[in-house]
T-cell receptor, first 116, second 113 residues
Framework: EPEVTQTPSHQVTQMGQEVILRCVPISNHLYFYWYRQILGQKVEFLVSFYNNEISEKSEIFDDQFSVERPDGSNFTLKIRSTKLEDSAMYFC??????????????FGPGTRLTVL | SQKIEQNSEALNIQEGKTATLTCNYTNYSPAYLQWYRQDPGRGPVFLLLIRENEKEKRKERLKVTFDTTLKQSLFHITASQPADSATYLCAPSFTGGGNKLTFGTGTQLKVEL
């Protein structure tokens, strides 16, 4: 069964450093997402991406975040200058369509980001 | 502001019983609602989607109801098993709200032998 994959599974970085989290969405899906989950808290939406551009972003997704689909398979989340509060589990997801009511999303296993 | 409420306390039930989890929402009218399962350290997994014109949806041992008057969805697992132990998340969405998922905090279910 096709699945979303993410690398690395765990990333440790120093505050102020740049990190890139990588995802390979399901191959025939057109919509891609990033969510994050701080330990013990709920899963929060960061950004959605369609047709090579951001379709929606949350207040969390400020100027230090960026997303890219550098080739036909990868989808990346970059955090330019990490802060302690960026420590969280980051989930990539994809869906076949973005139609309301038909929007089952498939999540990857997550990347645990630890900022020291 | 829009609010999604799920029982923050864990629900402990005995194997074989029916588990019922609640999702209440305020200050918006979702056109559909999704339920996901999340295991510790893992990403959410889609379970069921119900639309506002559907009162009930079933899939194997799972049943979801959607009461737009009460602004509530109930999620039932019949004949529960220890393997059903997980956190269950609801995500109400409305048409025109984009395709993002806004999750509740989730309810942790523990099924004991």
């Amino acid at each position: 069964e096709p699945e979303v994959t993410q690398t690395p599974s765990h990333q440790v970085t120093q505050m102020g450093q740049e990190v890139i989290l990588r995802c390979v969405p399901i191959s025939n899906h057109l919509y891609f997402y990033w969510y994050r989950q701080i330990l013990g808290q709920k899963v929060e939406f960061l950004v959605s991406f369609y047709n090579n551009e951001i379709s929606e972003k949350s207040e969390i997704f400020d100027d230090q975040f960026s997303v890219e689909r550098p080739d036909g398979s990868n989808f990346t989340l970059k955090i330019r200058s990490t802060k302690l509060e960026d420590s969280a589990m980051y989930f990539c997801a994809s869906s076949e369509t973005g139609l309301a009511g038909y929007n089952e999303q498939f999540f990857g296993p997550g990347t645990r980001l630890t900022v020291l | 502001s829009q609010k999604i409420e799920q029982n923050s306390e864990a629900l402990n039930i005995q194997e074989g019983k029916t588990a019922t989890l609640t999702c209440n929402y305020t200050n918006y009218s979702p056109a559909y609602l999704q339920w996901y399962r999340q295991d510790p350290g893992r990403g959410p997994v889609f379970l069921l989607l119900i639309r506002e014109n559907e009162k009930e949806k079933r899939k194997e041992r799972l049943k979801v109801t959607f009461d737009t008057t009460l602004k509530q969805s109930l999620f039932h697992i019949t004949a529960s098993q220890p393997a059903d132990s997980a956190t269950y998340l609801c995500a109400p969405s409305f048409t025109g709200g984009g395709n993002k998922l806004t999750f509740g905090t989730g309810t942790q279910l523990k099924v004991e032998l």
